[in-house]
């Protein structure tokens, strides 16, 4: 196994892809994990932090659905699942490359 820094930024990363593309965020950065979680130190940590807080965003989003349909609220989750989707890989790229495993806030454990 490799120490790669770099390349756990780029994925942290990776997530922004949405911003460009429209879609990815969560596809890119699970490629990325599966096909390096061998071959890179601490790559499979922080790929699992990726995958499970790119899941919950989009359990989150379908829980907003309904709350835009019963009272509005559902515009106020999706700003705030927004911005969430945004600062957090930003942040957590930051922390990964002084060598940090960060942790995502309000992730489900879907992959232990």
């Known amino acids: 196994m490799r120490e790669d820094k770099q390349l756990i ?3 942290h990363l990776s997530q922004l892809v949405t911003l460009v593309l429209g879609f990815g965020s969560l596809i ?6 599966i096909t390096q979680k ?10 699992k ?3 499970n807080f790119q899941l919950s965003l989009i359990v ?4 907003c659905v309904p709350l835009i349909l019963i009272c509005g609220l559902g515009f106020i989750g999706f700003l705030v699942l927004g911005l969430f ?4 890989p930003v942040i ?3 922390k990964a490359s002084n060598g940090e495993t960060p942790k995502y806030p309000l992730s489900f454990n879907f992959i232990s």
């Open 49 to 51: 932090n990726i995958i």
């Open 60 to 63: 989150y989003c379908i829980i």
């Open 92 to 94: 957590n790229a930051i």
């Open 85 to 88: 989707s945004i600062v957090f």
């Open 28 to 33: 890119l950065p699970l490629i990325i994990w």
């Open 9 to 11: 930024v780029i994925t």
């Open 38 to 47: 061998e071959k890179v130190y601490e790559m499979e940590q922080h790929g």
